[in-house]
Structure formats: structure tokens, C-alpha cells
């Protein structure tokens, strides 16, 4: 008989780690929020990742599967945080405050409820979480005491019955800490209360925890009470695995009463509703209590009688039973759900890679770019600096044959022992020199010291050629000269070719004009003689002399293209023979600046 009834457990054991048993619903729901979550990792929809994750996270926390609930809403979390999304942090991590306070692990729940608070906005749920915080670590009791007592008038408030719910059972907990036994009982009466029409699942287990707490007091009595109620309520009447589960809690309150009969008889209504409802674990549950007790009262026939009945009736419960899911089944979905993630994370490493080698290209071509950048910015700036000593260059240079000639000139009065005009010239033509000097460090000179010079100059060429030429320089009178500023030694040249290849070969006296406009900020310099002209010139001039006179007007165009480089003032000259008489006329054009 012994080894017949091991033989029919060993059985049920079996069949009972085969299957893993939870409401119908839920399983559904499972399945569903995996498939949810696999249509979110697919799709990249990161929100709805999140939500399928708390979702996740709430059934297993219902199951007091804590470790994976745990695992889902820190996801959840890091989802929330990086979508930006305060609101739902706030909310995963008041959950996790939840879970860790279930955990007993007071001090990681306190912290959950902190954060949670931080990330609210500053409304009544920031308070309520700053008053979790206060009271899952403190030691006191009448402070936990009076942070429930303010979380309840602001649930109230909110009319958020099941936050409300869950501060009656925390109050009940105090009242349980202080001994107050019919407090804690009416709290936890009212939690259930709050519950039973929106989270029956809650209610239940609020139920259990006020019953518990009276078997501990040893109210049978009440507690027996307590459980008849909670079956007569319709969402008990109308869900089978509900009713069979609180006739078992019914069945074990009479067994700590120690009234076995009406255990057995209890056991036996819920075993024979779970056998026509096809619950098979809950069948199985109440056949091993029953089976306890009719061995402790001798009657093995009859349990053996149970142990046949319900091993010939098994496999029709397990193909009917709705409520079994395989264990490997389960485990499918939790592996499915991994993969997917595993893809997502290895999805995101490549495309970190990528945007990586991207921004390295990119900041690689930025650098060759820079470097491209600096080296055209020094070459220019050298090729800048090489043109501005260029110029300085030019613009140092004298004619040597002015100064050869002017110097000949002197010669010539001290060998007519003309001492006296030798002195005058002397005296201008180291002035000329000396404002050359001062002025070859500058690019631009003020048109009056222009002037000046070439008044000077004029001064002296005259005194060589005497009646060769006479001299007028005009301005227009609108021109401030003293703050417009032109390229020292400019004109020069252009005077030196009128008196030199021009004027001093007239037989009679001649002259020269300079004239200086403005319009529209444009400088016009005209030099009008009325010498030999050009072609004349040319046929009049020994080779020394052509090679001499294309040296000076090449230094002075090349003056003005550097000129034009460095600064772009537009200078342009034309230089033609008069049409309407001898001479020639020179046309300087260029943009000026101010001083």
C-alpha cells in the first residue's frame, strides 16, 4: 500500500514540474507584451520598448517574481532617462521603491523614492515620495506615523484609491509595531476596500495579510469570518482559480484552528472545483493536503481512492487546462526577449563604430582643411611680406642719373665759379633728399607732403634747365591734401620723363601742368607737357639713355601693380602723345584713402 501511494506522488510530482501555473489572463499577457516588445526592438520604437518593459515588470512584481521585475524597470528606466521623459522615470522609480520595500530592503527603497522624487515635477507626487523616503528610513514610529497620515490626505485629495489603499496598510503596519491589533485590522479592512473594485488581485492579498494577523493573535473566529466574506464577494463567484485558492487559505485557517474536519472538507471543495474547472496545480494542492490528512486519521483507502481519481482524470485536466504554461514555453519568451535586445545593443556598438570613423573622417578632413587653410594664410602672408619689401625696394630707389645729374650741375656752377647758385642748389637738393628719405619707410604719404616734394624737385629742374620750362601744379579746392593719403614718389617719374625727354629739347620755353580731381573717391593726377613728344624722344635718345629710360618707367609700373596686390587701390596710367599738339599727356587714376 505504502509503495503503491509513492508511486502515485512521484507521479504528481512530475506532472506538477512540468507545469508552471498562473491565471489565464495573465499568461496571454505575457505573451502579448512579448510580442509588443519584439515589434518595438524591431521598429526601434524606443517608447514603446519602455512601456513594454513596466508592463513586464508589474506581472512579474504580481507573481513575486522580484528579481526580474527589477530587471525590467531598471530598463525601463534607462529608456525613460534617455527619451528625456522625467515624468515616467519619476514613475518606474517609485515602483522600484515599491519592489525593494517588498524586498525588505529599506535603505535601496528609500533611495528609488528619492530619485523618484527628484525626476516628479513639483507637484503632490514629489511630496508624497520625499515622505516615502522619510518613512521606509526612519526609526521612529510616530514620524513613519505621521508622513502615512499626510500621504493619506493628499491620496485622498487625488482620489488615487490605490495609492490610498497602500498608505492604510502602511499605517497598518505601524499600528502592528504598536501593538494596536484592532487598528491595524480596520486599516487593512479599508485597504481592501479601496482595492476590491479596481485591483481584486490586491484585495486578495490584503485579505490574506489581515488574516494572517489574526491567526497570529489567534482569532480563529474573525479570521475564519474574514475569509467567508471575501468568498461570497462576486469576483470571487464569478472566477473559478480564485474561489479555489481562497477555499484553500480557508482550508489552512481551520487546520491552525486545528479543526480538521472542517479543513478536510474545505480541501475537498476546492479540490473537487478544481478538478471541473481543470486547475490542475490547485487540484493537485488541495489532493496532497487532503491526502495529509486522511493519513494522520488512518483513512489511506480513502486516499489512495483520491490519488486514483484524479491520476485517471489528469490527462484530460491537462488538455484542457488553459492556465498551464510550459516551463520551456516561458523560457522561450524570456530568451526571445533577450535576443532581441542583444541585437539592439550590438545594432547600436556598429552604429557607435560607424558615427565614430565618421566623426574621425570628418575631424581628419576639418584638420587637412585647417592645415590647407594655415599653409594658403602663410603663403599668402609671405607672399605678402615678399611683395611689401619688394615694394619698399622700388620705392627707395633714386634715379642715379638725377643724382649724377644734379651733382654735375653743381659741378658746373663751381666751375663758372657761380658759388652762390651752386649753394642754392645744394641747399634744394638735399631737402628733396632728406623728404625722399623720411618718406621711403611709408607705403602712403599725405598728398601735401607729396606736394612738397614735388615742388622741390620742379625747383630744382628748373634751376638746370633755366628757360627751359615753367611749372604749375593745381588742386581742386574740395580736396583736403592734408588727409588724403597716395603713394609717395608716385608722380615723380612721370615729371622727370616730361622735363628729361621732353621739355628740355625745345628751343623755346615750355611747360608743364599738374593737375589733381576728386570724384566718387577717385583721385585723378593729369601731367600735361608740351615737349617733343614721345616718338621724338625716342629718336633723339642714345642707347644708354632708351636702356636708362625703360628701367624707371618699368620700376614705376611695377610699383603700381604691387600697389594695386597689396592695397587695391585701381591705380591705372595711361600715357599718350597730345592729339591737338607737342607733348604728352599722363592720366594717374586711383582709389584714395584718409588719414
Sequence with gaps: MKSLKLFYSTLLIFFSAQVFAQSKGEVRTIEEVAVNLEKALKSKN??????????????????????????????ARVLYERLKNPEQSAVISRKLGVLKEKQRDNEAAASYYSKAAEASRKDASTELNLNDAKRVSSKSVSKKKSVVAQNMQINAERKNNNELAQDYQNMAEINVQQNNIPEATKNLETAYDLSKKEAPEKALEINKKTVDLLVDQNDFSQAIEKKKEV???????????????????????????????????MFRKSYELALAENHTRQAHRSLMKLDSLYTANGDTGLSLSLYRDFLSALPQILEKDSTLVNAQTMKNIEERIARLENEKLLQQELLQRRNLINYLLIAGLLLAFGFIVYALLTQNKLRRQNKKIELQSLRREMNPHFIFNSLNSVNQFIAENNELEANAYLTKFSKLMRGVMENSKNDFIPLSRELTLLTNYLDLEKSRFQDKFDYQISVDPELVTGEIMIPGMLIQPFLENAVWHGLRYRSDSGYLNVHISNGDHILTITIEDNGIGIGKSTEQKTDHQKQHNGRGMKNTLERIQLLNDLYHRNISCDVTDKQDGDGVLVTLKMKYGKS
Design 46 to 75: 524606443e517608447q514603446a520598448e519602455a512601456a513594454a518593459y513596466v508592463e513586464l515588470g508589474d506581472l512579474y512584481i504580481n507573481r513575486n517574481d522580484y528579481a526580474r521585475s527589477e530587471n525590467y524597470y531598471l530598463k
Design 231 to 265: 468568498l461570497e464577494e462576486d469576483f470571487i463567484q464569478q472566477n473559478s482559480l480564485r474561489k479555489v485558492t481562497q477555499l484553500q487559505e480557508l482550508a489552512d485557517v481551520y487546520l491552525k484552528s486545528n479543526d480538521q474536519a472542517q479543513a478536510a472538507e
